[in-house]
């Protein structure tokens, strides 16, 4: 493994670098990302996601992509769809090792039967109910099921005739004979089979009995070989009953190591609270900009890189904690101040006439593209006698402080002239609906001769210039730090999540190639694909710096 000075090794590279030294696994490391397609995948999956597949990648080893799909009463082929896409566009490649667990479907049964056999499962008759009463506590030990002294025999010919189909969801299932009274309520006797007539998405009608989770899982990273199966700290409770599994039936035992997941403020992260969006109409997709899904972070302008540099950053422990999400925000932002186009584009517009600017001239002033980036060169922006400013930039009675335009007041317009405002028009309600300015012919460029200064550089955009897009402000989802504080997720949404405004841009900005830019002083946008049907559409990816800091601290204490 190559090692900068600046790496700090996190605690999973650690036992890998231990594992190699001692020769545990011959120098293999293979991993895997096991997603479950009952939904798209989140930023908490992309954390795992980098983690299995970056581990692989410094080690020389390989990592699987698995569908983990034993309940098909929630999976779905579009799930599959989407989850794949996600993976490679993060960036990584599993090569040939695309897998499904109801592959083993029948590796799985064949195990549960030698089970059986060796007296070590039973059929139980058990109700669900029942078998939940029965459990006991973490202080009361279990009641035995009335079943568990049924012969192999006549376990196995029910077992098989579950797996023929001849019972009704419910009426059995197959459990592991381990302790009722074990410490780890995981080891009291856990169901290893249920039976469910619903066709998989994969396998049909094939199968009316499947796997539970904790009896799958363990079973598909050995029949894989995966060398080191890392997985979320709420398995650790889980690793005892796998390592049972495992043992009994002496197959081969992946080495499972748990960390902390990622938890982000401002955001719900699991698939079944996504999902309830979705379904609800909340927001307009799984894909939605707003969703912290991959696909929405995808359509929102985030790129692969600033997911993985992301996940980088905030490390691996192995105790929860919540991230903030300005820190995944920061990560964009700060490749985009590197990267994207400047431009200038007026949300909320207000028109200026400049009358002592010659009636139907027209000039091409030079812009700079990227002030990061001088090889990004310039661009001509035009510039004639109206244009428009941004409402909020000028103030009919401002205050002292207030250093952008008012009356009598001289600002400096981005890459242009200095302009004083003479007149003030308004409608009939006294709203400002245009005003009158003059300018200095002599600070072309943004500069006075005089060295005389001015506080204030705003934006414009020429009238008879400018292209009309539909501009959306996307802002958080939610308002609430931790919007589960309470229970219920859906009172803490952000009634201003999506801002639509009537904008003018920048001439350039009429055929963009899907990129993100810089709309000075405002954030970044792009246009989006989706939405620009009837007329181009641009979103907000991310604004300049973050203006929820204030917000966050009141909110801390
Ligand atoms: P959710 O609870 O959000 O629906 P899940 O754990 O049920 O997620 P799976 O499809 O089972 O989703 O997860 C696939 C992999 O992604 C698992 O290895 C899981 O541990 C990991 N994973 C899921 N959520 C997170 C998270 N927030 N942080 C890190 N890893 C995660
Ligand atoms: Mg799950």
């Given at each position: 493994m190559?090692?900068?000075?600046?790496?700090?090794k996190?605690?999973?590279q650690k036992i890998i670098d231990d594992d190699n030294d001692s020769g545990k696994w011959d120098g293999r490391v293979?991993?895997?990302?096991?997603?479950?397609?009952?939904?798209?995948?989140?930023?908490?999956?992309?954390?795992?996601?980098?983690?299995?597949?970056?581990?692989?990648?410094?080690n020389?080893?390989?990592?699987?992509?698995?569908?983990?799909?034993?309940?098909?009463?929630?999976?779905?082929?579009?799930?599959?769809?989407?989850?794949?896409?996600?993976?490679?566009?993060?960036?990584?490649?599993?090569?040939?090792?695309?897998?499904?667990?109801?592959?083993?479907?029948?590796?799985?049964?064949?195990?549960?039967?030698?089970?059986?056999?060796?007296?070590?499962?039973?059929?139980?008759?058990?109700?669900?109910?029942?078998?939940?009463?029965?459990?006991?506590?973490?202080?009361?030990?279990?009641?035995?099921?009335?079943?568990?002294?049924?012969?192999?025999?006549?376990?196995?010919?029910?077992?098989?005739?579950?797996?023929?189909?001849?019972?009704?969801?419910?009426?059995?299932?197959?459990?592991?004979?381990?302790?009722?009274?074990?410490?780890?309520?995981?080891?009291?006797?856990?169901?290893?089979?249920?039976?469910?007539?619903?066709?998989?998405?994969?396998?049909?009608?094939?199968?009316?009995?499947?796997?539970?989770?904790?009896?799958?899982?363990?079973?598909?990273?050995?029949?894989?070989?995966?060398t080191h199966?890392?997985?979320?700290?709420?398995?650790?409770?889980?690793?005892?009953?796998?390592?049972?599994?495992?043992?009994?039936?002496?197959?081969?035992?992946?080495q499972?190591?748990?960390?902390?997941?990622?938890?982000?403020?401002?955001?719900?992260?699991?698939?079944?609270?996504?999902?309830?969006?979705?379904?609800?109409?909340?927001?307009?997709?799984?894909?939605?900009?707003?969703?912290?899904?991959?696909?929405?972070?995808?359509?929102?302008?985030?790129?692969?890189?600033?997911?993985?540099?992301?996940?980088?950053?905030?490390?691996?422990?192995?105790?929860?904690?919540?991230?903030?999400?300005?820190?995944?925000?920061?990560?964009?932002?700060?490749?985009?101040?590197?990267?994207?186009?400047?431009?200038?584009?007026?949300?909320?517009?207000?028109?200026?006439?400049?009358?002592?600017?010659?009636?139907?001239?027209?000039?091409?002033?030079?812009?700079?593209?990227?002030?990061?980036?001088?090889?990004?060169?310039?661009?001509?922006?035009?510039?004639?006698?109206?244009?428009?400013?941004?409402?909020?930039?000028?103030?009919?009675?401002?205050?002292?402080?207030?250093?952008?335009?008012?009356?009598?007041?001289?600002?400096?317009?981005?890459?242009?002239?200095?302009?004083?405002?003479?007149?003030?028009?308004?409608?009939?309600?006294?709203?400002?609906?245009?005003?009158?300015?003059?300018?200095?012919?002599?600070?072309?460029?943004?500069?006075?001769?005089?060295?005389?200064?001015?506080?204030?550089?705003?934006?414009?955009?020429?009238?008879?210039?400018?292209?009309?897009?539909?501009?959306?402000?996307?802002?958080?989802?939610?308002?609430?730090?931790?919007?589960?504080?309470?229970?219920?997720?859906?009172?803490?949404?952000?009634?201003?999540?999506?801002?639509?405004?009537?904008?003018?841009?920048?001439?350039?900005?009429?055929?963009?190639?899907?990129?993100?830019?810089?709309?000075?002083?405002?954030?970044?946008?792009?246009?989006?694909?989706?939405?620009?049907?009837?007329?181009?559409?641009?979103?907000?990816?991310?604004?300049?710096?973050?203006?929820?800091?204030?917000?966050?601290?009141?909110?801390?204490?």
């Open positions: 190559s090692e900068s000075n600046t790496e700090i996190n605690f999973i293979h991993t895997r990302f096991p997603p479950e397609p009952n939904g798209y995948l989140h930023i908490g999956h992309a954390k795992s996601i980098c983690l299995n597949f970056g581990i692989a990648e410094r020389n080893g390989e990592c699987n992509l698995r569908f983990d799909d034993t309940n098909p009463l929630k999976e779905e082929d579009e799930y599959v769809r989407s989850i794949i896409e996600d993976v490679k566009w993060l960036g990584f490649d599993w090569e040939d090792r695309l897998y499904f667990a109801s592959d083993y479907f029948d590796q799985m049964y064949e195990h549960a039967v030698t089970l059986i056999n060796e007296g070590r499962a039973f059929v139980c008759d058990q109700t669900s109910e029942e078998i939940k009463n029965c459990r006991g506590t973490l202080t009361e030990a279990g009641k035995e099921s009335p079943f568990r002294s049924r012969s192999s025999e006549e376990s196995l010919d029910l077992f098989e005739r579950m797996k023929s189909g001849e019972f009704e969801d419910g009426s059995k299932t197959l459990r592991a004979k381990i302790d009722m009274s074990h410490p780890n309520l995981n080891m009291r006797d856990p169901v290893i089979y249920r039976i469910l007539h619903s066709d998989h998405h994969r396998t049909g009608d094939r199968w009316c009995i499947y796997p539970m989770y904790d009896w799958a899982h363990g079973l598909e990273d050995s029949i894989e070989r995966i199966s890392i997985c979320t700290l709420e398995f650790e409770d889980h690793r005892p009953l796998y390592d049972w599994y495992l043992d009994r039936l002496d197959a081969y035992h992946p499972q190591i748990e960390f902390a997941r990622l938890n982000l403020n401002f955001t719900v992260m699991s698939k079944r609270k996504l999902k309830q969006l979705v379904d609800e109409g909340v927001v307009d997709g799984w894909d939605d900009p707003r969703m912290p899904t991959i696909s929405g972070l995808r359509r929102r302008g985030y790129t692969p890189s600033s997911i993985r540099n992301f996940a980088e950053q905030v490390g691996v422990t192995k105790r929860d904690s919540v991230i903030d999400v300005v820190r995944l925000e920061n990560s964009l932002r700060e490749e985009l101040n590197k990267n994207a186009h400047r431009v200038m584009g007026v949300l909320d517009p207000l028109k200026v006439v400049i009358t002592n600017y010659p009636d139907g001239k027209k000039e091409s002033l030079d812009a700079v593209n990227n002030p990061e980036d001088p090889g990004a060169g310039t661009r001509d922006v035009p510039f004639s006698k109206e244009i428009y400013i941004e409402r909020n930039d000028f103030m009919e009675d401002p205050p002292r402080k207030f250093f952008r335009l008012g009356p009598g007041r001289e600002v400096r317009l981005r890459y242009a002239y200095f302009i004083t405002c003479t007149d003030v028009i308004k409608d009939g309600d006294g709203n400002v609906t245009e005003i009158r300015c003059t300018y200095d012919p002599e600070t072309r460029g943004g500069n006075a001769p005089d060295g005389r200064k001015v506080r204030g550089t705003i934006h414009w955009v020429s009238v008879s210039d400018a292209v009309d897009a539909e501009v959306r402000i996307y802002d958080r989802l939610f308002n609430k730090a931790d919007p589960e504080e309470g229970g219920d997720f859906l009172s803490a949404l952000n009634p201003d999540s999506c801002m639509v405004k009537a904008a003018k841009l920048e001439p350039c900005l009429s055929e963009p190639g899907g990129e993100t830019y810089q709309f000075e002083r405002l954030g970044y946008f792009k246009k989006d694909e989706k939405l620009s049907k009837n007329g181009d559409v641009f979103i907000r990816v991310v604004s300049l710096r973050d203006s929820w800091a204030r917000f966050i601290k009141q909110n801390r204490t």
